[in-house]
């Protein structure tokens, strides 16, 4: 089976320019989370959805990103502008969650790199 | 204050080694709990969960002590492969899975 798909796998833009980075998560899953990875900060959970709706987006650091699951097999986060301190690597997740049981597992894809000179 | 802390090593060890990470967490209403393993450049995978009543998984042992907001990992016969970082994991999303995670300890194991 496919697991969670990103794209790109590596980005490297000048700042000011417009990142958009892509998710695939695992068929049938319902629920789709976005992190970021620093050295300083660790995984930080961006946004998340069940069944394409964003359930909570408080992790968003501010308006220059957005995120959007137009349906339940694909999922965009946006950045713009881009920014050098947002050059992190940013995972996309997703997890099955049934009547509110959640499990704790998300499966991971193998991330986004972006570098923002 | 961070709302998972752990320490970030790095914890070397010879094969053959036990050792135990520790993680505390913040937020009382925190429902479950996990360790996930990442290796370097690569994305995390679940581990294991952590119950109350301890649990084990071959040579891993999870502890939960919800009183003291502990949680605890203990590896046993460590092998070259157990080289990774290991991020403690707190579910504070009630139905939804909202992990937070921590930093992470990393563990070098040697020959």
């Known amino acids: 089976d496919a697991g969670v798909i990103q794209s790109p796998r590596h980005e490297v833009t000048e700042m000011g320019q417009e990142v958009t980075l892509r998710c695939k998560p695992i068929?049938?899953?319902?629920?789709l989370f976005w992190y970021r990875q620093t050295m300083m900060r660790g995984l930080e959970l961006l946004i998340y959805?069940?069944?394409?709706?964003?359930?909570?987006d408080s992790g968003m650091p501010e308006d220059r990103f957005s995120a959007k699951m137009p349906n339940a097999s694909f999922s965009t986060l946006k950045i713009q502008p881009s920014e050098p301190r947002d050059s992190a690597v940013y995972f996309c997740?997703?997890?099955?969650?049934?009547?509110?049981?959640?499990?704790?597992?998300?499966?991971f894809g193998e991330g986004s790199r972006l570098t923002v000179l | 204050r961070k709302e998972v802390e752990q320490d970030p090593g790095p914890f070397n060890v010879p094969e053959g080694a036990t050792v135990a990470f520790n993680c505390t967490y913040s937020?009382?209403?925190?429902?479950?709990f996990f360790w996930y393993r990442q290796d370097c450049r690569k994305e995390p995978k679940l581990l294991m969960s952590?119950?109350?009543s301890g649990n084990e998984d071959g040579r891993f042992t999870a502890q939960l002590n919800r009183a003291s907001q502990y949680i605890s990992l203990l590896i046993r016969d460590s092998k070259l492969s157990d080289s990774a970082t290991y991020l403690c994991?707190?579910?504070?999303?009630?139905?939804?899975?909202?992990?937070?995670f921590g930093a992470g300890t990393r563990l070098a194991v040697h020959p």
């Open positions: 959805f069940n069944n394409n709706v964003p359930i909570d």
């Open positions: 937020n009382s209403a925190s429902q479950s």
């Open positions: 952590v119950y109350s």
């Open positions: 997740a997703s997890s099955l969650v049934w009547d509110r049981r959640a499990t704790g597992e998300l499966f």
């Open positions: 994991v707190v579910n504070i999303g009630g139905g939804y899975n909202k992990l937070i």
């Open positions: 068929s049938g899953h319902n629920s």
